[in-house]
């Protein structure tokens, strides 16, 4: 008798939600605008926070040695620099010649530069070590160790200075985005619950002249609440629904303008993030119109 | 309380709405199980608010009122809905359900109470021809004329077979011959041991009936005559 019950209040919601056509529609669009706000800033949230990945990524401490360290000394320090696993993420040796080839290759091969590098006679680079630190908070540590280690004799100079200004921005960007991301988003799921509760209020408002007649009839108050919470939730899930499409469409937009900022395209960091993006739209979505609708019914129903 | 259980017994009811308005005082009333009583009085004479008292809608300020020898203020909130299904209501609006057809209203009754499908579509179909409106199952309400919503409503109230109808100015939105056929069929019911209690201001049909008035008068029973005729004072 209880799922005959469940049953039909669900299917009464639904009669409900198909029925009033436009309202529907205007629930619907004012919930999707709220969830897609929402999800926008936790898109910009997304993006900010690869980018700022990738150019962390970019940034490293190259300690280059003087020519007269051997390979095997440099390893020694390599290894020893390795097992500051907290600090430093990796540690690569470049040596001399890698040095050179990168250079060409950075000059695009120019045959004005081979031929002077030739003239030389020499290999004019040094060896070095680049460290990545796992935080960049962690950089001027890792430089003070080093400068300060026994192996400081061999150490021809750190290009460490000409970094710090990136370092510092960076750190400070990454705080002001985060701040900022929460204030926002914060605030937009405030006014998202405060639209979506006064929509669905209207439409529970234009049934008010039910709720007397079912009571009197002899329904009991949750009878006559759950069509509403069930319609609350249909509004939220199709709501939600329309919100994936809207951002997907947004992060397939603006994936070309993303290209060389983050480390792969931005679709498909999206579409790692698909399955969260839908089941955190959706729970969203539905628990927007489940509350806002038994939340909203209970003045009409004094017994 | 009397010897004979009635149905419907008032003890020394009082109802003040806030903040010192008072709209029945000193009500005492035995109804007994089978009568057809009118309630008529000038507007604002408290005749819906006796009725609500009954339907427990409203609740008394002083006093008691027993169904069936059970008083109402010991009935839980939670139990209400199931108390109102003993009870059937009729009212000068008619209360349907405007988005539900003709059969969709009177099964609603039945739904609340979680009857099976095949019971409603056996008993709702029986008590829409009952009332005279076997044709017009499928039609919304507002494809039916006034004396048809109205039977319609009554065909609500009767389809749990309550022991009481409970009629508030039944025939006030309806024209002569509408009101006539409703209480033709009001009377029709009480004829098979249904108790019906109606409040109303149609002086002709209260006269025709020739059954049980009570007069209200500022909130008390100024007259209660077995074989009453409409008077006001």
Redesign the interface.
């Known amino acids: 008798m209880q799922t005959l019950k469940l049953w039909r209040t669900f299917k009464e919601g639904n009669d409900n939600f198909r029925r009033n056509g436009w309202l529907t529609f205007a629930t619907i669009s004012v919930i999707t605008l709220s969830l897609f706000i929402v999800s926008l800033s936790l898109l910009i949230g997304i993006v900010t926070q690869s980018i700022l990945q990738n150019m962390r990524d970019k940034v490293n401490v190259s300690v280059s040695f003087n020519p007269d360290v051997t390979e095997d000394r440099i390893m020694e320090i390599k290894n020893e620099l390795s097992k500051y696993k907290k600090e430093i993420s990796s540690v690569e040796y470049i040596s001399r010649d890698d040095a050179l080839k990168q250079f060409l290759a950075d000059s695009g091969n120019d045959p004005i530069i081979v031929k002077a590098v030739e003239e030389i006679g020499e290999n004019p680079l040094l060896a070095s070590l680049v460290i990545k630190a796992v935080a960049p908070e962690n950089y001027p540590l890792i430089v003070e160790q080093i400068k300060s280690s026994m192996f400081q004799n061999d150490i021809s100079r750190i290009n460490y200075a000409k970094n710090r200004k990136i370092f510092d921005r960076l750190d400070y960007i990454n705080k002001t985005t985060k701040e900022v991301g929460f204030v926002l988003g914060t605030l937009f799921i405030f006014i998202s619950i405060l639209i979506t509760f006064n929509t669905i209020r209207i439409t529970i408002y234009s049934h008010r002249q039910e709720f007397e007649v079912k009571r009197l009839v002899g329904a009991s108050n949750l009878y006559v609440r759950m069509p509403f919470v069930f319609e609350g939730a249909l509004y939220g899930l199709v709501a939600a629904l329309a919100t994936v499409a809207l951002v997907s469409g947004v992060a397939y937009y603006i994936s070309p303008f993303t290209q060389g900022a983050v480390s792969q395209s931005f679709i498909s960091l999206y579409l790692d993030y698909f399955g969260y993006v839908l089941s955190g739209v959706t729970l969203l979505g539905i628990s927007l119109g489940v509350i806002s609708s038994a939340i909203a019914i209970r003045r009409y129903l004094k017994t | 309380m009397p010897d004979i259980q009635p149905i419907i017994y008032f003890e020394n009811v009082a109802k003040t709405f806030p903040p010192d308005h008072a709209v029945l005082e000193d009500i005492n009333l035995t109804i007994q199980a089978g009568e057809f009583l009118s309630i008529v009085g000038a507007s604002g004479a408290g005749k819906s608010t006796l009725l609500k008292l009954i339907?427990?809608?409203e609740e008394p300020t002083a006093g008691e009122i027993y169904f069936n020898g059970r008083p109402l203020s010991r009935i839980n909130?939670?139990h209400?809905?199931?108390f109102?299904?003993n009870i059937g209501?009729v009212f000068q609006d008619f209360?349907?359900?405007p988005?539900r057809t003709a059969f969709e209203n009177v099964a609603?009754?039945l739904?609340?109470?979680?009857k099976?499908?095949e019971e409603i579509n056996q008993e709702v179909p029986e008590i829409l021809e009952i009332v005279g409106l076997g044709g017009k199952t499928r039609k919304f309400p507002r494809q039916l004329s006034g004396g048809e919503q109205q039977r319609v409503s009554l065909a609500?109230a009767l389809v749990?077979r309550p022991k009481v109808i409970i009629a508030d100015e039944p025939t006030g939105n309806l024209d002569p011959v509408s009101s006539s056929d409703l209480i033709q069929l009001l009377l029709e019911i009480n004829s098979f041991g249904t108790t019906v209690l109606m409040a109303t201001h149609n002086k002709n049909i209260v006269d025709k009936i020739g059954r049980r008035v009570i007069v209200l008068n500022n909130g008390r029973i100024a007259h209660d005559h077995n074989k009453g005729k409409y008077v006001l004072n």
């Open positions: 339907y427990a809608e909130r939670k209400l809905p199931f109102r299904r209501t209360k349907l359900l988005e609603y009754a739904e609340v109470d979680g099976s499908t609500r749990h």
